[in-house]
């Protein structure tokens, strides 16, 4: 398995601190020995229209001198300006589509790969099949852009969130809806979770398609420590074959020791990838 940590816990929303700069960020999480890591694009380390083209060439030097790869660009999604590519008001939706297709070039000056795609939501009384329609014509729309750039588009479930997909065969019909071939399924197991189902279980609904996995325990808190079967989980990834990479997503909030966390998390599933 290849491992990556979500940049969340070190500043990239969520709270706003304890807070690292991106490149306080690259060192520790390569110094700890992660292969990747998964950036979320939010200040103070990557909103898309705060790195020119210096900063860029700057933290791409960075991340190669200490080695470590990007497992993903991981959009930000929260208030502000919405981004929601369900959404009716039609000046938000093309706000949305724009921030993604920024991402999309952040991914590609970083070699990321990817980007993670997240449906949308509605509002209350909104009707859902018009924001199905919707989010699919925005996911085609940065698809069709990513794929001209080498950069792939995964749908993520964030069930406890949106309301737009509602589990994993939801995700796996807008991704045949769209029919584009860079467009694939990631999921975090906290959706699963929230939803009183078995991570083990969505690997196994989303087979092949699964190109991006985000862990974490019940809580959002360090894998390991509240009880799921983490080992139950890697069993089916190695059932379906999965080479992607497991990207450890925990929680962000002043409490946090994020060097800790990092650390913590890696030391146990590589412990548990070893015995399965």
Known sequence: MKYAFSSI???????WVPAYSLDETIRRVAGIGYDALDIV?????????????????????ELAAHAL????????????????????????????????KKC????????????????GWTLYGCDKRKAWALSVEVLRDVAAYANGQGIRVLIQ?????SNVVDCPMDARYMMEEVGLPNVGLMF?????????????????????ALQKIHVCDYGRQIPGTQGLDFRQLFIALKD????????????????VHADSFARRSLEYLKNIEAGV
Not at 41 to 61: E, F, I, M, V
Not at 108 to 119: E, H, N, T
């Open 9 to 15: 816990t070190y500043g990239s929303g969520g709270s």
């Open 41 to 61: 694009t939010a200040s103070p380390h990557a909103w898309p229209d705060y790195l020119d083209a210096q900063k860029r060439a700057h933290y791409r030097s």
């Open 69 to 100: 790869g990007v497992s993903g660009i991981f959009p930000f999604m929260a208030g502000c300006a919405g981004y929601n590519v369900a959404t009716e008001n039609d000046k938000e939706r093309m706000w949305t589509a724009n921030y993604l």
């Open 104 to 119: 999309v070039d952040l991914a590609k000056d970083w070699d990321a790969g990817s980007i993670a795609y997240l449906p």
């Open 157 to 161: 479930q964030p069930l406890s969130q």
């Open 188 to 208: 975090d197991v906290l959706s699963a979770v929230n939803r009183k189902a078995d991570p083990a279980d969505y690997v196994y609904e989303t087979g092949a």
């Open 240 to 255: 379906i074959g999965y080479d992607g990479p497991v990207v450890v997503e925990v929680d962000s909030s002043r409490s």
